[in-house]
């Protein structure tokens, strides 16, 4: 029997992709799961995929699964495929390495992040705020969970250190969809995503949630 497991993003509940896949899912809040990501002192795992998957009761190996993530969910999403190796891997605003680094030059400015790690911890419901609106989405404290500012600032930490390259083309051709105007994930991130993967890359109208207002999945693409 198939079954579809969704990571959502950074900082949003997962159910924001509800219609994406039209209900028929299981929605993972990486929030909730990010502190179990690191050692101390805030250094991220080495194995964090297999406790992903560990946590999330995957089957590691071949099996019937459509895994997909949003955003940092894709992240999580392309990991947790390496070793479940699912029937379909679908990916959202997806990038392999969120940080600009010498040899990777579509991540966001490292400082940039160091500004959202300060500020969160100063004022919590600004910064995601600001981020929602950025996403493209609407922020209303009473629709979202009350993420701690340790939940919060783990996610920001694993931004910073995760890195998925070198990448390889796994045994699932990847299906990669990104939003023409999305301001937190470039573009040229995802296609570059894309091509070290042999995968297949969309390019639909929106911004970072470009899945909002629009129908999904796209003509022609079965999820």
Not at 51 to 64: F, I
Not at 91 to 107: I, Q, W
Not at 181 to 188: F, G, K, L, Q, R
Request: with cysteine.
């Amino acid at each position: 029997m198939k079954r579809t497991i969704v990571f959502g993003g950074w900082a949003v509940p997962p159910d924001v992709l509800v219609d994406v896949f039209w209900g028929g899912a299981e929605y993972i809040d990486i929030n909730f799961m990010m502190p179990k990501l690191f050692d101390k002192p805030r250094c991220l795992k080495d194995n964090w995929a297999e406790v992903v998957v560990r946590e999330c009761k995957l089957t590691p190996g071949a099996a019937y699964y459509v895994i997909a993530g949003w955003s940092t969910g894709a992240i999580i999403a392309y990991a947790a495929a390496q070793i479940c190796v699912p029937k379909k891997l679908i990916l959202l605003s997806a990038t392999p390495c969120f940080c600009r680094k010498d040899d990777y030059r579509f991540g966001s400015r490292p400082e940039s992040l160091e500004r959202m790690i300060g500020a969160i911890e100063l004022d919590k419901h600004t910064v995601l705020q600001s981020f929602y609106e950025w996403s493209g989405l609407h922020y209303d404290t009473a629709m979202i969970p009350d993420y701690s500012v340790e939940e919060l600032l783990f996610g920001l930490e694993f931004l910073r250190q995760v890195d998925l390259r070198p990448l390889t083309p796994p045994q699932v051709r990847p299906l990669f969809l990104h939003g023409v105007n999305d301001s937190v994930i470039p573009m040229a991130a995802s296609k570059y995503f894309c091509e070290e993967t042999g995968g297949e890359h969309i390019e639909l109208n929106g911004g970072h949630a470009f899945f909002t207002g629009q129908r999904m999945p796209p003509e022609g693409v079965e999820f």
